[in-house]
């Protein structure tokens, strides 16, 4: 559905029967303008809360002596996507698409609340919640190319695929483009058009990249190499989780009516449940098939169950979402050690949790239309998956490399070694911890 259109068309709805969409519940017009903004605003915030989630599980998940490199990042990169949105993405989502393939509507975007009655929601309130979103795929492609990305053509890449990669595949679906009008392609809150697409980014990275230094041995050996502070990281996939709560629940884009109300809780219990399921399913199957719980697995359990109930969260019943989660949890479980036997080196997990599962998700949307006449199909959901694949692999991989072969995308072996905080920031996240001397690998 398009994410732009919707309140506003309940909000037209209102005043072209004269309010006789709210008038059941007693509720006007600038009543319902009131709650749908506030929606926008609020689930905005906690949207926005995820930056902090991904920063915190990152800085976890990563060395110490990597640990401030992830904090600049993650800051920085929101701060981008900010820009980058207001500058052109907004104008691209969101703009004239009479091709299908991408809109327009010039550069800096603009407020207009001159019609606000009509529109059901704040111009600026819309804006907002759209860029939140944007910040949130750039995050993902944060943590898979930690430890040896240099920060400037890693803020480069951000800048691309904050200011146009994301904005054009969003505008196919939520800008009415050619997957919303040809293949009835559906993604709720975006299993595909978010957490896809930054797990399409960051395995391009991870291949330009290449893996970390003594990650992989020569003879096959995979290297496990011990992040800071677990206590960080689960702290984070808390954050996320309450994220999510906005992420999903402000993704039905309006509140101003008691059917609104009942979806947005709705989806606040699938989502809850999903994400619990997720991570109950990683820990049996860890302790069933491995003898030992990995921390870290069960942790992008719950982000799995997330990313997969996130494309379809209010059509679901509870046992439905628990399934969704379930199945999250296990495609966890097998593709983190499927990547590694591929050598691609993801160092949070975020393209299982976020590219395996954000297709998983999408592709399970019919199963809750099952019976619906014009619902979404697998074959439209297939399309939308396979355009969302090549557009966004095919560009990442393509600007990767270019940044490669101009200004370099990796840290030499003496600053990955000793750590990027030296290289890219001159300071340390624990500087009470670090030894004067760092030892290079293999000494």
């Known amino acids: 559905m398009k994410k732009i259109y ?81 500058v052109v993405g907004y104008g691209i989502i969101y703009g004239d698409n009479p091709t299908g393939f991408f809109g327009w509507a010039g550069f800096f975007w603009g407020p207009d609340d001159s019609a606000a009655l009509d529109t059901g929601y704040s111009s600026h309130s819309d804006w907002f919640f759209q860029m939140v979103f944007v910040a949130t795929a750039a995050s993902i492609v944060s943590g898979t190319v930690a430890e040896r990305i240099r920060i400037m053509p890693f803020f480069l890449f951000t800048v691309a695929l904050t200011g146009f990669i994301y904005p054009v595949q969003a505008s196919w679906e939520w800008g009415g483009g050619f997957l919303d009008s040809n293949y009835a392609f559906s993604d709720f809150a975006g299993s595909t058009l978010v957490h896809a697409t930054g797990g399409w980014a960051a395995l391009a990275g991870a291949i330009a990249l290449g893996p970390r230094r003594g990650k992989y041995g020569p003879n096959g050996e995979i290297n496990k190499f011990a992040g800071s502070s677990l206590p960080l990281a689960t702290l984070g996939v808390f954050i996320l989780w309450l994220g999510w709560f906005g992420f999903n629940g402000g993704s039905q884009l309006a509140l101003g009516s008691q059917g609104d109300a009942i979806a947005v809780s709705q989806i606040f219990v699938n989502t809850n449940m999903a994400a619990a399921t997720g991570v109950i399913t990683v820990v049996l199957l860890c302790i069933l098939l491995k003898g030992k719980v990995d921390v870290g697995m069960a942790l992008n359990g719950a982000i799995g169950g997330l990313v997969v109930i996130t494309a379809e969260p209010l059509a679901p019943t509870i046992p439905m979402a628990a399934l969704w989660g379930v199945i999250g949890g296990v495609a966890i479980f097998f593709v983190t050690p499927l990547l590694e036997a591929m050598r691609i080196d993801d160092v949070v997990g975020a393209i299982p949790a976020h590219l395996a599962c954000g297709i998983i998700g999408t592709m399970v949307v019919p199963f809750s239309y099952l019976g619906v006449e014009d619902g979404p199909t697998f074959l439209g959901q297939a399309v939308g998956v396979g355009s969302n694949a090549i557009f966004v692999f095919g560009t990442s991989i393509v600007l990767w490399y270019l940044l490669r072969f101009t200004i370099g995308i990796r840290a030499g072996a003496k600053e990955e070694d000793e750590g990027l905080d030296a290289s890219e920031t001159g300071g340390s996240a624990y500087p009470d911890f670090v030894p004067k001397e760092v030892p290079a690998l293999g000494e």
């Open 6 to 86: 919707l309140a506003g068309a309940m909000g037209a709805l209102a005043l072209t029967t004269g309010g006789a969409a709210f008038a059941q519940e007693g509720v006007s017009a600038e009543t319902a303008f009131v709650f749908n903004t506030l929606l926008f605003m609020i689930m905005g915030m906690v949207v926005m809360f995820m930056a902090a989630g991904f920063c915190m599980l990152e800085a976890g998940m990563v060395r110490s002596k990597n640990a401030a490199t992830i904090c600049l990042k993650n800051i920085t990169l929101y701060s981008i996507a900010t820009v980058m949105v207001w």
